[in-house]
């Protein structure tokens, strides 16, 4: 199947915004966004990892509503630890996105870079490359101005999203917050989508009055797909390449997963892959997808496991065991699963959501990666 001169043989893409025809539903949540960020909002956009905000978002920018009118940015500084990081994460984004619209639109943003301009590069044609690291960037308080001050004068509006917003409460310096809302609040050329996994952390952030974001947007909480929608889009997209899907199938993978998007996609790819043209993908088909999907990640997770502290890894396996699990500080969590205390759990919890593999919900915990829960369950 071909969408926008991109060719996918299997339609579960797995990775990035394919297109329309591969994107399922989302169409009241697109229809939000959409109008939110073309009548003058900011948004948070807050939900777990993995239901897909990302590729929502892009899915947005790619409406004509939008394309037609905003130059548009997605900037994902989860992997960043401070402010220089994330300066240089979104100048470099706003660069690479920029050049192909043209010389004239790639100068503007280069004119106002005083800080930085020794630092980039041109290869032989004279295009420019971001090719600076971090320790290039003498002043990011000044550079994120700059880029700030591009953005208040760019020929078009801009939509600047910034995905895993979270993570800048990790930085050590602790003014972040407020000189990035002193920015947005001035920025009146650009709207800002604030995406971010970390529930407690994200609303913390816009519902505290302490705290310089407060009601300085409109916040967006983004829920699981849809039964009904995903089990059409994965029996449309089965009997267009002339496969069937058995009735219950879907339902089955959607009540394994709790409808999070990605692990839904991983499992329909393998189940797609291993049907036969003409043939039938059945309930008994799941167990297998799901083990293949588990033996190649299996070193990985190995790794992962192994290098836990003793503590911190037998918490882990205690939390999988009950899938959600309350009270665990309390004398029968830690009796039923032989642990050393309440104290040991109650250190080794935050270094594991540090670590991204537990999450938190309404003080209920699981492990985070659906997959290595299995892979736990399976080998320890």
Same mark, same amino acid.
């Given at each position: 199947?071909?969408?926008?001169?991109?060719?996918?043989?299997n339609?579960?893409?797995?990775?990035?915004y394919?297109?329309?025809?591969?994107f399922?539903?989302r169409?009241?949540?697109?229809?939000?966004?959409?109008?939110l960020?073309?009548n003058?909002?900011n948004?948070?956009?807050?939900?777990?990892?993995?239901y897909?905000?990302?590729?929502?978002?892009?899915?947005?920018?790619?409406?004509?509503?939008?394309?037609?009118?905003?130059?548009t940015?997605?900037?994902?500084?989860y992997?960043?630890k401070?402010?220089?990081? %994330?300066?240089?994460?979104?100048?470099?984004?706003?660069?690479?996105?920029?050049?192909?619209?043209?010389?004239?639109?790639?100068?503007?943003?280069?004119?106002?870079?005083?800080?930085v301009r020794?630092?980039?590069?041109f290869?032989i044609?004279?295009?420019?490359?971001?090719?600076?690291?971090?320790?290039?960037?003498?002043?990011?308080?000044?550079?994120? #101005?700059?880029?700030?001050?591009y953005?208040?004068?760019a020929?078009?509006?801009c939509i600047v999203?910034?995905?895993?917003f979270q993570?800048?409460?990790?930085y050590?310096?602790?003014?972040?917050?407020?000189?990035?809302?002193?920015?947005?609040?001035y920025?009146?050329?650009?709207?800002?989508?604030?995406?971010?996994?970390?529930?407690?952390?994200?609303g913390?952030?816009?519902?505290?009055?302490?705290?310089p974001?407060?009601?300085?947007?409109?916040?967006y909480a983004?829920?699981?797909?849809?039964?009904?929608?995903?089990?059409a889009?994965?029996?449309?997209?089965?009997?267009s390449?002339?496969?069937?899907?058995?009735?219950?199938v879907?339902?089955?993978?959607?009540?394994?997963y709790?409808g999070?998007?990605?692990?839904?996609?991983?499992? %329909?790819n393998?189940?797609?892959a291993?049907t036969?043209?003409?043939?039938?993908?059945?309930?008994?088909?799941?167990?297998?997808?799901?083990?293949?999907?588990?033996?190649?990640?299996s070193?990985?997770?190995?790794?992962?496991f192994?290098?836990?502290?003793?503590?911190?890894?037998?918490?882990?396996?205690?939390?999988?065991?009950?899938?959600?699990?309350?009270?665990?500080?309390? #004398?029968?969590?830690v009796?039923?699963h032989?642990?050393v205390?309440?104290?040991?759990?109650?250190?080794?919890?935050?270094?594991?959501?540090?670590?991204?593999?537990l999450?938190m919900?309404?003080?209920?915990?699981?492990v985070?990666?659906?997959?290595?829960d299995?892979?736990?369950?399976q080998?320890?």
């Open positions: 199947m071909k969408e926008n001169g991109i060719y996918n043989e339609p579960f893409v797995t990775s990035g394919a297109g329309p025809e591969y399922c539903d169409e009241k949540e697109s229809a939000d966004l959409i109008d960020l073309t003058g909002n948004v948070a956009l807050i939900s777990p990892r993995r897909g905000k990302t590729d929502l978002l892009r899915h947005c920018f790619a409406q004509k509503e939008i394309k037609d009118r905003f130059h940015f997605i900037v994902d500084i992997s960043t401070s402010v220089t990081e %994330m300066v240089n994460k979104l100048g470099s984004v706003v660069l690479e996105t920029l050049k192909p619209k043209g010389r004239i639109v790639w100068e503007k943003f280069l004119s106002v870079l005083a800080s020794s630092e980039i590069s290869d044609n004279g295009v420019p490359s971001w090719s600076m690291s971090v320790g290039d960037i003498d002043a990011p308080d000044t550079t994120l #101005g700059e880029i700030f001050k953005l208040q004068q020929d078009k509006p999203a910034i995905d895993e993570q800048i409460t990790r050590a310096d602790t003014n972040t917050e407020a000189l990035l809302r002193t920015h947005v609040q920025c009146s050329n650009a709207k800002f989508v604030f995406s971010g996994s970390r529930q407690h952390l994200m913390s952030m816009f519902t505290s009055p302490a705290r974001f407060y009601q300085s947007v409109t916040i983004l829920k699981p797909l849809p039964l009904d929608k995903y089990t889009f994965c029996h449309y997209h089965f009997e390449c002339g496969k069937q899907l058995d009735k219950g879907v339902e089955e993978l959607y009540r394994r709790d999070v998007t990605y692990y839904l996609h991983c499992v %329909m393998r189940l797609f291993n036969a043209p003409h043939g039938v993908c059945k309930m008994e088909d799941i167990d297998k997808a799901e083990q293949s999907i588990i033996d190649m990640s070193p990985i997770y190995e790794d992962l192994y290098q836990l502290p003793e503590k911190q890894s037998r918490v882990l396996v205690a939390i999988g065991r009950e899938g959600w699990a309350s009270n665990i500080t309390s #004398g029968k969590f009796k039923r032989g642990l205390s309440p104290n040991s759990v109650k250190a080794a919890v935050p270094a594991l959501i540090d670590k991204g593999m999450t919900d309404k003080g209920s915990y699981q985070y990666d659906k997959f290595f299995l892979w736990l369950k080998n320890v």
